[in-house]
């Protein structure tokens, strides 16, 4: 049986969530999403948004750590994301903060 891809890309989120304090980590990834985010492939981008960046925004915390590298494209799509699931605005570096 194979997995399916978007299951690789739910445990890259679930160790992002996992490592969300070991900064090289974080950096690395984050140099990873924004290529997806950049890439033009529709495919590509759902991934990234569903699989990767809606698990780490169900984590506030996280989300702090990683938005300090995003893209303003990234960033574009997690703040989507916080805003329409989660009803929360962008904070600022520190994370999001409730409405």
């Known amino acids: 049986m194979i997995a399916a891809p978007h299951f690789a890309y739910g445990l ?10 070991d900064g090289e980590f974080v ?7 924004n290529f997806m985010a950049a890439s033009g492939d529709p495919i590509l981008e759902e991934v990234m948004a569903v ?3 809606e698990r780490i ?12 590298c995003l893209s303003k494209g990234t960033l574009a799509v997690l703040d989507r994301i916080e805003t329409e699931m989660f009803d929360r605005k962008r904070g600022g570096p520190e994370g999001t903060a409730p409405n």
Do not use: H, M
């Open 12 to 21: 890259l989120a679930t160790e992002v969530i996992n490592r969300a304090g």
């Open 27 to 33: 950096r690395e990834v984050c140099k990873f999403l």
């Open 51 to 53: 699989s990767v960046l």
């Open 57 to 68: 925004a169900d984590e506030p915390a996280v989300v702090g750590s990683v938005r300090q």
